[in-house]
């Protein structure tokens, strides 16, 4: 079967570069093709990247807080570079503080993201939604 | 005595170097117009003649020619996202030496395939998509080019996995189509030296002739490679050395010419200092820009407008003179200063003109604050340990003062973020033999490496 493409990467000014290490690690490990981004990655990028290596699924990490604020109007501006489909998955500390997850959740599903992880998810979740989500299972 | 004759047929000067392999001195150089319109040849021969002849006549063991006559080697490039593949392919194309008329990204429109019709390009170089990735730009961009009225040679340079389909598409309309590595196998890497030779293979076999540059090899033995090539080649062959034959290390070459300044640098580039990230296309350790709006003649307007009033105040002139003075040397492209003002503003322009081509050239730092304090991004090259600039180019070699214009290239520190060499030691290539060079580095590159370290001297 063919490889799926998924592009990795922390965004906004967060430098937090360990757990984008592990992720692409454990990615990797799981079969699928990884294009780490890297950290600092701002909205574009992902975007370029997705269009430029046709991927089939943007990863999005934020732990430093300011999450929503960076990932607002991702899904938007996937529509207006034509891969308005892609599946958008985002993880971490997505916002400030220790707050009810369900809210968050319902927040960042409302900005169009199909899978939301609390923190401490281990990698093995978003795997198994990922072959579910597209079809390998 | 090993007489080599080595030609570059500039677009306003054939330009000729004769020297001996056996003293690895240089036995003459001369220039004179280039005389396209009609036959190469009497443009050589006149440049040739001043030249004083051995009593025995000229007995060359070889004749090499570079060529940026006809427009240079003019080149469109077509990519996917604007950032990504279609800059890989405008660096693959400078690279290769080659004017880049214009560069197209996504997927070509009726007015883009309009346009290229007009630009006429001699290559199109055809890239998109990382290995693996994107499919249907290719396919779909080799569809669109085969609709154009007339078959331009094209290099394919793109996803490896439709890239022999989107040749065989090409090959519908265009003549001949070449299949190279992609210029970007995956996402930020920049994969140029194949798309580089196929290019520079294209030029030979079919460019040469397209030209009329054919004339010359009847009595040259090849136009091997575009002028700038040459250039870029022998830059390469004096920063990194040869067998025992140490070279000077990284360096950058600024070459101001009447219609552009072109910037060389043979560097890495890698962050100087700790706790710089990297971010964007890495650049090829090779790198070439061209600055079409910083000429001293030709496009002079161009270069008035692209600094401003820096030029006036710099001067300290009104900027109505200035307009006047840059107005003269487009009407007069081949004006040397006549007189000390004349002198003292050429020296400004070019002194501008290096500024702003380096700036544009080098790579800049950003500080982007986090919660966590400042993190540094680099951007580009990083060549503010350069040790070694390198003068060239007609305007330049013809001033008085041509350390006033080079000093341009020096890192200023009221624009810190322009990572431009902050205490480069300065040479002038003073015989103007870099591009010969570069053509005697295809038969004896330790002569050409000798050679260069005799001829260029320190400013």
């Known amino acids: 079967m063919e490889q799926k493409t998924l592009i990795l990467g922390v965004i906004g000014a967060d430098v937090h570069a360990v757990g984008n290490r592990i992720l692409d690690y454990a990615f990797t490990q799981a079969g699928?093709?990884?294009?780490?981004?890297?950290?600092?990655?701002?909205?574009?990028?992902?975007?370029?990247?997705?269009?430029e290596t046709n991927a089939d699924v943007i990863l999005v990490s934020s732990l430093y807080g300011h999450g929503e604020i960076d990932?607002?109007?991702?899904?938007?501006?996937?529509?207006?570079?034509?891969?308005?489909?892609?599946?958008?998955?985002?993880?971490?500390?997505?916002?400030?503080?220790?707050?009810?997850?369900?809210?968050?959740?319902?927040?960042?599903?409302?900005?169009?993201?199909?899978?939301?992880?609390?923190?401490?998810?281990?990698?093995?979740?978003?795997?198994?939604?990922?072959?579910?989500?597209?079809?390998?299972? | 005595?090993?007489?080599?004759?080595?030609?570059?047929?500039?677009?306003?000067?054939?330009?000729?170097?004769?020297?001996?392999?056996?003293?690895?001195?240089?036995?003459?150089?001369?220039?004179?117009?280039?005389?396209?319109?009609t036959n190469m040849m009497e443009g050589l021969h006149q440049a040739l003649e001043k030249i004083p002849e051995p009593r025995d006549g000229w007995q060359f063991v070889r004749k090499l020619a570079c060529s940026s006559a006809a427009g240079g080697l003019k080149m469109v490039a077509s990519g996917l996202v604007k950032e990504l593949t279609a800059e890989a392919a405008r660096r693959a194309a400078?690279?290769?030496?080659?004017?880049?008329?214009?560069?197209?990204?996504?997927?070509?429109?009726?007015?883009?395939?309009?346009?290229?019709?007009?630009?006429?390009?001699?290559?199109?170089?055809?890239?998109?998509?990382?290995?693996?990735?994107?499919?249907?730009?290719?396919?779909?961009?080799?569809?669109?080019?085969?609709?154009?009225?007339?078959?331009?040679?094209?290099?394919?340079?793109?996803?490896?996995?439709?890239?022999?389909q989107a040749a065989e598409i090409l090959r519908k309309r265009h003549h001949p189509v070449v299949v190279a590595e992609n210029v970007m196998p995956e996402l930020n890497v920049l994969a140029v030296d194949s798309a580089r030779l196929a290019i520079r293979e294209v030029f030979l076999d079919n460019i040469i002739h397209a030209k009329g540059l054919d004339?010359?090899?009847?009595?040259?033995?090849?136009?091997?490679m575009p002028t700038p090539a040459a250039v870029l080649s022998a830059a390469e062959l004096l920063a990194q050395g040869f067998d025992?034959?140490?070279?000077?290390?990284?360096?950058?070459?600024?070459?101001?010419?009447?219609?552009?300044?072109?910037?060389?640098?043979?560097?890495?580039?890698?962050?100087?200092?700790?706790?710089?990230?990297?971010?964007?296309l890495p650049e090829p350790y090779a790198k070439r820009t061209v600055e079409g709006d910083l000429g001293m003649r030709y496009s002079a307007l161009a270069l008035g407008e692209a600094v401003g009033?820096?030029?006036?105040?710099?001067?300290?002139?009104?900027?109505?003179?200035?307009?006047?003075?840059?107005?003269?040397?487009?009407?007069?492209?081949?004006?040397?200063?006549?007189?000390?003002?004349?002198?003292?503003?050429?020296?400004?322009?070019?002194?501008?003109?290096?500024?702003?081509?380096?700036?544009?050239?080098?790579?800049?730092?950003?500080?982007?604050?986090?919660?966590?304090?400042?993190?540094?991004?680099?951007?580009?090259?990083?060549?503010?340990?350069?040790?070694?600039?390198?003068?060239?180019?007609?305007?330049?070699?013809?001033?008085?003062?041509?350390?006033?214009?080079?000093?341009?290239?020096?890192?200023?520190?009221?624009?810190p973020t322009l990572l431009k060499p902050q205490e480069p030691e300065f040479y002038l290539d003073k015989d103007y033999i870099l591009a010969a060079m570069g053509l005697l580095r295809e038969i004896s590159p330790l002569a050409a490496l000798r050679m260069m370290k005799k001829y260029l001297v320190k400013i």
């Not at chain 2, 003293?23 to 117009?33: D, K, P």
């Not at chain 2, 004339?215 to 091997?224: D, G, N, P």
């Not at chain 2, 503010?384 to 003068?391: S, Y």
Request: proline share 5%; charged share 20%.
């Open chain 2, 309 to 415: 009033k820096r030029l006036a105040k710099h001067l300290g002139w009104t900027e109505e003179k200035v307009h006047r003075q840059l107005e003269l040397y487009v009407a007069e492209p081949w004006r040397v200063p006549e007189s000390e003002e004349e002198s003292s503003f050429d020296t400004a322009m070019g002194r501008l003109a290096v500024e702003l081509a380096v700036e544009r050239h080098v790579g800049r730092i950003e500080v982007v604050y986090t919660p966590f304090g400042a993190s540094y991004i680099q951007q580009g090259k990083d060549l503010t340990p350069l040790p070694v600039v390198i003068g060239t180019g007609g305007v330049l070699l013809r001033n008085a003062q041509p350390l006033g214009i080079l000093a341009g290239a020096v890192f200023n520190p009221a624009e």
């Open chain 2, 244 to 280: 025992d034959e140490a070279g000077l290390g990284e360096l950058l070459i600024v070459d101001v010419g009447g219609a552009t300044t072109d910037v060389h640098s043979l560097a890495q580039g890698e962050p100087s200092k700790p706790g710089v990230m990297l971010k964007g």
């Open chain 1, 32 to 51: 699928f093709k990884v294009i780490n981004i890297g950290v600092l990655a701002s909205q574009e990028e992902f975007i370029q990247a997705a269009i």
């Open chain 2, 215 to 224: 004339k010359a090899e009847e009595f040259m033995e090849r136009v091997l």
């Open chain 1, 71 to 137: 990932c607002r109007g991702l899904r938007e501006k996937c529509q207006e570079s034509g891969i308005g489909n892609i599946l958008l998955y985002v993880g971490g500390n997505l916002v400030v503080g220790k707050q009810d997850f369900a809210p968050v959740e319902r927040l960042f599903k409302g900005m169009g993201f199909d899978r939301i992880y609390p923190p401490g998810t281990m990698p093995d979740v978003p795997i198994a939604n990922l072959r579910q989500d597209l079809g390998l299972v």
């Open chain 2, 1 to 37: 005595m090993q007489a080599v004759l080595l030609v570059d047929f500039g677009s306003t000067y054939t330009k000729v170097t004769i020297v001996d392999l056996e003293t690895e001195r240089i036995i003459g150089t001369a220039q004179a117009g280039t005389t396209i319109e």
């Open chain 2, 94 to 164: 400078l690279g290769a030496g080659a004017r880049v008329l214009q560069v197209f990204s996504y997927e070509l429109s009726a007015s883009d395939q309009e346009k290229i019709g007009a630009l006429k390009p001699d290559i199109l170089l055809l890239a998109g998509g990382t290995d693996g990735g994107n499919k249907e730009i290719l396919l779909k961009n080799a569809e669109h080019l085969a609709e154009l009225p007339f078959s331009i040679p094209v290099v394919v340079a793109g996803n490896k996995v439709v890239a022999l």
